[in-house]
């Protein structure tokens, strides 16, 4: 595999590595020289902030690298991964945190966090974004918004955009326009080597499939480009049951999805709302059956195409007008960082029996948050030019997530989920969706068989010895 022309560790720095080179077999963490040649930070045990350091955005997961670094710029991350590969250390890049619950041991790794590099460019003319690795979706949401534009951004504010997008990126227009990873125009990394490359069609056209979908496995990205699209409001809201209805709605919510245009995308969802004050005061502590829905047609046809829902009967209903910018919103997910545990998978079919099972161990468990998302579309859609997710046939997603706190918490939420995942594995898929894969999986469950070879043989040659580290990494191929 040819490099791109950026070699960012040509200069003084491998001059000193070259001369100093050492065989390390336990950490090494002089850092003296980071801190000198690094424009952001570099952070160990013994520092005060060490624990601010390593927060994660899910407080639940406590990570233990052997240290954190906060890099300000393309030439630090080179510089990071260089000592790491000179320390016999390895690097898990990290943009939040989200999905940091699948990392597993960091005692030899390096952490290091993109949140200093930070940057939108919204180009209105080619309808295209670009943004830097710690960048989150609600920064370039606002940004596009200002030019009547949308982007493909997931349900959170505040999840990283590269994290999301290497992993696939599932959003609200997904049916419309497919998943985030194939909209994406080019991708900048640097490599394990410590090379900077750029990625696109033309450029390194293997390690650009696989970044489309594979993960975080291939090097440690620094700017993403990707499309946007012209849309500045969809119909979009909530439609509460009560959750003693929870099978009869989603019996019912399954039946219309069967036979809707691409512009509707849906949820089925059980809400066990916790009464802490986070919670609006008019859901607080209560329990309830939703349909979310979003409409990115003609407005005037989401009436008609809502109302078998609206015949049920809902308690509440704020499905309106609504700007894109505001979708964030709709999920009602955390607004910052919370300690949290979950765990999904892809259900090749949602029958009637699935449902009674599925509300009979959601409801009255520590879940606050079982969800069924519709997928199809042109998520189901394949193309020679999408990446290493090529299209998903399942038609729906499904993910439990409750609030843990404590570690007992925690443990009573991960045996509900446990449980309801047994109780649905008949109808689960034999591959499932990386980005909602809370533990952590045998990679081959996460790609098509070709895929997944052709991801390894890529992994081989960009990073034979596995210096760089993913949630949900992909093994070289030997
Ligand atoms: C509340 C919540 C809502 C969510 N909603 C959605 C949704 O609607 N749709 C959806 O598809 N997903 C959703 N997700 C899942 C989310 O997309 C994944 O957790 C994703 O990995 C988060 O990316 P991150 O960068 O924020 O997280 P991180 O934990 O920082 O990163 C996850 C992984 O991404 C890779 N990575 C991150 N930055 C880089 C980089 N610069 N270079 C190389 N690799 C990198 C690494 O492998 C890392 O382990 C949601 C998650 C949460 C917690």
Known sequence: MCRGSGTLHDGPMTQIFDLEHTEHTEPDLHVGYLRDVLDGEIVVPVDPHWDEARVAWNLSVDQLPAAVALPASVEDVAALVTYARESGLRVAPQGTGHGA???GDLSDTILLKTERMRGVTIDPESRTARVEAGTI????????AEHGLAALAGSSPDVGVVGYTLGGGLSWLARKHGIGANQVTAIELVTASGDFVRTDWANEPDLFWALRGGGGSFGIVTAIE?????????????LWYPVDRAAEVLKAWRSWTEDLPDEMTSV????QLPPIPEIPEPVRGQSFVVVQAIWSGEPSEAERLLEPLRALGPVMDTVGPTPVAELWRLHMDPEGPAPGSGDGGMLDDVDDHLIDLFVEHVVG????SAEIRHLGG???????????IDSWESPYLMFAVGIAPTP????AIDGAVARLREMLAPWEAEHTYLNFAETRRKARALFSSASYHRLRRIKAIIDPADLIRSNHPIP???
Do not use: D
Not at 365 to 368: K, V
């Open 137 to 144: 979706w609600i920064e370039v949401v606002e940004a596009a």
């Open 268 to 271: 089925g969802r059980i809400l």
């Open 408 to 411: 007992e918490a925690r443990a």
């Open 101 to 103: 619950a699948a990392l």
């Open 365 to 368: 468990t520590p879940i606050l």
């Open 226 to 238: 990707f499309n946007l699209f012209p849309l500045s409001e969809v119909e979009a809201g909530i």
């Open 378 to 388: 042109a998520v189901a859609r394949r193309s020679s030019q999408h990446g290493a």
């Open 476 to 478: 070289p191929a030997f």
